[in-house]
C-alpha cells in the first residue's frame, strides 16, 4: 500500500519561508502528475500547486510567484518551497499522487503563519 509522508510544516512570522517535502513509499505502477493541496478551516480543500511527470507546472492564483513545486522521480517526492508566507497561507497541506488509476493522499502537515 502507498503512503505519502508530509514533513516540513510548522509555525512560522508573516513574511517568512518553509519548505514542504512529501516522500512516497510502496509499489505504485506509475506515477503521473504529483501535487499539493491546502484546506483552511471552514474552508474546501484546493490546489496549490501540481508538477506533471514531464515536469509541467501551474500554480493557483494566491500563490502570485511565492511558492516553487518541484520533483525527484528518482526519489519519488515532491517538494513546495513557499516563501512571502501570509497568515491567509494558513492551513493543512496534503501532498497528492497521481497513480495509473487512482489518486494517493498524504495525511497533511499544518503551516501556521502567524505573529
Known amino acids: 500500500q502507498v503512503q505519502l509522508l508530509e514533513s516540513g510544516g510548522g509555525l512560522v512570522q508573516p513574511g517568512g519561508s518553509l519548505r514542504l517535502s512529501c516522500a512516497a513509499s510502496?509499489?505504485?505502477?506509475?506515477?503521473?502528475?504529483m501535487g499539493w493541496y491546502r484546506q483552511a478551516p471552514g474552508k474546501q480543500r484546493e490546489l496549490v500547486a501540481r508538477i506533471s511527470s514531464g515536469a509541467s507546472t501551474n500554480y493557483a492564483d494566491f500563490v502570485k510567484g511565492r511558492f516553487t513545486i518541484s520533483r525527484d522521480n528518482a526519489k519519488n517526492m515532491v517538494y513546495l518551497q513557499m516563501h512571502s508566507l501570509a497568515p491567509e497561507d494558513t492551513a493543512v497541506y496534503y501532498c497528492?499522487?497521481?497513480?495509473?488509476?487512482?489518486?494517493?493522499w498524504g495525511k497533511g502537515t499544518l503551516v501556521t503563519v502567524s505573529a
Open positions: 510502496g509499489r505504485m505502477f506509475s506515477i503521473n502528475a
Open positions: 497528492n499522487v497521481v497513480g495509473m488509476n487512482r489518486n494517493y
